[in-house]
């Protein structure tokens, strides 16, 4: 069983057009994460998501919007996509992560075109 | 700030070889600090945790001690296979905040 799975694995699309990635953990944790990594590998944050809520947002352009219908699932929609959104995005869940640690998905290759 | 600062790579050893990958972190609160690993094409695991000053943390044969007083959780592994090859990233949470910070990743590489 995949603990933190996200949906599509790869995704190519062209500039302009609106995309959603989806994720969801069985791990019962209350808290999940989008992650950006560059292509230098770098890892931001965007957001996270306690029991549904929104705890924290970082600096992203609000053509991403995060929406999580319940504390398993948090998807990432993108509007209106850019070149520069290409990337890979992680998904993440914890529960108490600093005793705990954080579980990441296994990522979603976003090539915009 | 919260940062972490990473040594850059690549890192290429021969097998068998010492590895230690330097990691710091400004000393902001008291966070708890983790290396996690990502191997070609996959996601990041968690490779190994602190959580207070002077912790060692330890998986599979790597090891990092939680040092207070030089603000570093430097990675290292006696003897390094082939198959440790990835790239490495150091990472922290401040408390109050629940969210991961990470270092700039280091690439090993481990020859035959």
């Known amino acids: 069983d995949t603990a933190v799975s996200q949906t599509p694995k790869y995704l190519v699309t062209q500039m302009g057009n609106d995309k959603s990635i989806k994720c969801e953990q069985n791990?019962?944790?209350?808290?999940m994460y989008w992650y950006k990594q560059d292509s230098k590998k770098f890892l931001k944050i965007m957001f996270s998501y306690n029991n549904k809520e929104l705890i924290i947002n970082e600096t992203v352009p609000n053509r991403f919007s995060p929406k999580s219908p319940d504390k398993a699932h948090l998807n990432l929609h993108i509007n209106s996509l850019e070149l520069g959104d290409s990337a890979v995005y992680f998904c993440a869940s914890s529960q108490d992560g600093r005793r705990n640690g954080y579980t990441f998905g296994s990522g979603t290759r976003l090539t915009v075109v | 700030g919260n940062s972490v600062t990473q040594m850059e790579g690549p890192v290429t050893l021969s097998e068998e070889a010492f590895l230690t990958i330097n990691c710091t972190y400004t000393?902001?609160?008291?966070?708890?600090l983790f290396w996690y690993v990502q191997y070609p094409g996959e996601g990041l695991q968690l490779l190994l945790k602190a959580t207070k000053a002077d912790d060692k943390g330890s998986n599979k044969g790597f090891e990092a001690t939680y040092r207070k007083e030089t603000t570093s959780f430097h990675l290292e592994k006696g003897s390094v296979q082939v198959s440790d090859s990835a790239v490495y990233f150091c990472a922290r949470e401040n408390p109050g905040r629940r969210a991961l910070t990470f270092g700039s990743g280091t690439r090993l590489q481990v020859q035959p």
């Open positions: 791990l019962g944790h209350d808290t």
């Open positions: 000393a902001t609160g008291y966070p708890s």
